[in-house]
């Protein structure tokens, strides 16, 4: 029985970047001598295991032969007789099958030090093709490490159209879809990972609904810089998202909202996050538009962004909304986002209690609120005209 750290890990320290998880493979053992040792079964097509102290994944050397479609269609191969060197065969890029023994030695029959040196995302073998996930998982490297200098072989990004003309990223789960998005999304480059997607056709199979506003230049350019832009600012992956998508639909607001049913059909978004896509892709000119609205489109709005209550997301909004502004025009909107967050902090101070303790109820204590909100807006576009 032989243990080797594989994967992420040796690929990361290697690359000198902080190491989130370790992977272990076990070669020459069987699952009945990994629960005799005390570690714990948790998977049940593959046998992987956790450590009894440390809790890490430990799994099984193994080969994996295709059988059927999609990422689900593989026949794993488990036993004390396949090698290290088959095991690292099966994975997906020549930088993650790199092994590192107990005393220190790496393991790397695939030239993956080669290909770290030279910057290169290299598929390890053909088999490459026979995962269509793996399509966004190079996609997602690729942004990863975008500011490492390293770019995808020209081969490998072949491979990847090759998976995209077989159709087979439909097959995808649309939970495997999201999980590889958001991974990109919360990398230093997430705009590297929906290039790369774009650049071999896969955002018709992926994520339907936007893959027409990439074709277009324009907004392709303003979506990617709204992204990159958004990231130095925000960590959430469901704020750089939405500030992506305002900036493909900056110049065609009217398609947005049956484009974006499309992507909440395809992907297992929370609420919060169909929200915040909803609200940025349909709402961004109005607030552009602030000083041109009067109080009652200015309260309508401020109720649509529901300021009151999602106070910390209408901030965000703001922010987003800027950033995209400038990512189209390279002109700033800071002073309508000023202006609407005045607007909202006035409105929003106001007090009903004295009208509940009159015994206002329903509708006649909304119309009284609606009343004194439109007063203090109709106040402040005033003092604003005069000033």
């Given at each position: ?50 450590h009894?102290?440390?809790?890490e ?9 295709k ?55 290299r ?8 995962d ?31 998976i ?108 919060a ?39 910390e ?21 800071d ?53």
């Open positions: 029985m032989e243990v080797y750290l594989v994967g992420g890990a040796v690929r990361d320290e290697l690359l000198g970047l902080a190491i989130k998880e370790r992977d272990w493979v076990v070669v020459g053992s069987s699952p009945e001598e990994m629960l005799a040792q005390g570690y714990k079964q948790v998977g049940k097509d593959f046998p992987v295991f956790l009894p102290q440390s809790n994944e430990y799994a099984l050397a193994r080969t994996e032969r059988h059927g479609r999609g990422y689900y269609g593989f026949e794993v191969h488990a036993s004390p007789d396949v090698s290290l060197e088959e095991d690292l065969m099966r994975r997906d890029l020549t930088i993650n099958a790199i092994a590192k023994s107990p005393s220190g030695e790496l393991i790397d029959p695939y030239s993956g030090l080669q290909d770290i040196n030279a910057k290169v995302l598929h390890v073998s053909g088999a490459f093709i026979e269509p996930l793996r399509v966004l998982r190079v996609a997602r490297f690729a942004a990863k490490l975008k500011t490492h200098g390293f770019t995808i072989a020209d081969e490998t990004l072949q491979l990847m159209r090759h995209v003309s077989l159709g087979e990223l439909i097959e995808l789960a649309p939970e495997r879809i999201w999980q590889e998005t958001q991974r990109a999304l919360e990398t230093e480059s997430p705009s590297e990972f929906f290039s790369v997607l774009h650049a071999v056709h896969a955002l018709a199979q992926t994520h339907t609904g936007i893959s027409d506003r990439f074709a277009n230049h324009q907004a392709r350019a303003t979506g990617l810089t709204a992204l990159d832009e958004i990231s130095s600012q925000q960590q959430e992956p469901c704020v750089r998202f939405a500030a992506l998508l305002g900036g493909l639909y900056f110049r065609q607001q009217e398609n947005s909202y049956h484009d974006i049913q499309k992507l909440y059909e395809q992907l297992p978004l929370s609420n996050c169909k929200d915040l896509l909803r609200l940025t892709t349909t709402l961004q000119y109005k607030c552009y538009a602030a000083f041109t609205l009067n109080e009652k489109q200015l309260l309508s709005l401020l109720q649509k962004l529901d300021t009151r209550r999602k106070s997301r209408f901030v965000t909004l703001l922010s987003i909304f800027s950033t995209i502004k400038k990512a189209a025009t390279n002109e700033t909107c002073a309508q986002m000023n202006w609407l967050q005045l607007t909202a902090k006035t409105i929003d101070s106001v007090d009903v209690g004295k009208w509940v303790l009159q015994g206002l109820k329903n509708a006649e204590l909304a119309d009284h609120l609606e009343s004194a909100q439109l007063a203090l807006i109709q106040r402040l576009i005033q003092d604003r005209n005069h000033s």
